[in-house]
């Protein structure tokens, strides 16, 4: 006598092919993404005022040389104020190299800015290997006097051209579109650096900086390198710097010591990453947004006076005070905060305030 299995054998019976809907926060966040690329994109060809293009140039730079100082300090956790000595070695590297090599103004110039982010790499090493020898609060101290030491070499050396500074070749383009080449050349390095901002972030190298700015002497003892790891991230994030430092005096024409080591270009760094959430991708962004935008349209409406310091300070200090942890991480958490009070039904919040015994009796 035979039995049948009526059952169905789980093992060969074919399953139906279920796609599951791609998650509405990946959709939400790249069509935020596209849709914020076509206004970037668009924005010189719609507005071409040269005062206000000239502005969006100098913002573009500074996100680029923000998100770059954050993929060190904000992930390692490693507060670094000396990265105005990769602004100025690139742009020193820049106008050097056209000078010597002859190149001619226009888009051979552009070409030299991989050079220059490459010579800021290359000095990062013997910076970082000093540097980074200290822990925390002195090593602040000491990117700051490698600061000053770059400062005072670029003053006093022969081939930087001292106080007299170096000129850079003139620019053929025309007077209408002066800044749009510089303002695409500087929107795809800000581009690039993005995408490599948030490759380390969800890597596993990116994890390792994560775990040095939680528990340094802990990641050790699991095993991490940390010196090696915080050495890399500290080149990574001087290339993109040393590219926008050429592309900014390169704009301006000429490079000078005392702004090419400027020391407030550390602390805007540090003021843009804290300001929008530093150890975020979009926190450095949108800090240097907001304030770099701000501060230029500010000194060229009220350079005379210099309401625009007060005004800036005072918007600084209200943001601070109001998100403490920066806009965007500020802003994260109240959504959080607001959908889980959300996803609270009417029932029960009204069961969670009966008393224990009435609620057991319902």
């Excluded at 003053?155 to 383009?173: D, E, M, R, Y």
């Excluded at 905060?337 to 996803?343: E, L, T, V």
Aim: aromatic share 12%; with cysteine.
């Amino acid at each position: 006598m035979s039995v049948t299995n009526s059952q169905p054998d789980v093992a060969t019976d074919p399953q139906p092919d279920v796609v599951a809907p791609p998650p509405r926060r990946r959709i939400a966040v790249i069509g935020a993404i596209v849709i914020v690329l076509a206004v970037f994109a668009g924005f010189p060809l719609a507005v071409t005022d040269p005062s206000t293009t000239s502005i969006a140039v100098f913002t573009l730079v500074f996100m680029v040389a923000a998100s770059s100082w954050n993929m060190f300090s904000g992930y390692s956790g490693y507060l670094a104020l000396g990265h105005a000595v990769f602004f100025g070695c690139g742009g020193y590297a820049v106008a050097l190299a056209a000078q010597d090599w002859h190149v001619a103004g226009g888009w051979p110039v552009f070409a030299l800015l991989p050079f220059g982010g490459i010579v800021a790499g290359l000095i990062a090493i013997p910076v970082g290997l000093i540097a980074l020898r200290t822990r925390r609060h002195t090593f602040v101290v000491v990117t700051i006097a490698i600061f000053f030491i770059f400062q005072l070499a670029a003053t006093n050396l022969g081939f930087t051209g001292g106080t007299s500074g170096i000129l850079l070749p003139i620019a053929p383009f025309s007077a209408a579109n002066y800044n749009q080449p510089f303002y695409y050349v500087a929107l795809v390095i800000l581009i690039l650096t993005v995408v490599v901002s948030w490759a380390v972030r969800r890597s596993r190298f990116g994890l390792q900086l994560l775990a040095i700015r939680d528990d340094e002497d802990r990641a050790l003892g699991l095993g991490v390198r940390t010196r090696r790891v915080k050495l890399t991230a500290f080149v990574i994030s001087a290339i993109p710097v040393g590219m926008v430092g050429g592309l900014y005096f390169y704009f301006l024409g000429q490079i000078f010591p005392q702004f090419g080591f400027d020391p407030l270009f550390d602390v805007s760094l540090a003021l843009m990453a804290f300001l929008g959430g530093v150890g975020t991708i979009v926190g450095p962004l949108l800090g240097a947004f907001v304030l770099e935008s701000l501060q230029q349209y500010l000194t060229q409406t009220f350079s005379g006076n210099g309401i625009y310091l007060i005004a800036y300070g005072v918007l600084f200090l209200a943001v601070i005070l109001v998100l403490p942890r920066g806009v965007v991480p500020g802003i994260a958490h109240w959504l959080e905060k607001r959908r889980m009070n959300g996803s609270t039904s009417p029932g029960d919040e009204r069961q969670a305030k009966l008393p224990s015994g009435v609620a057991g009796a319902a």
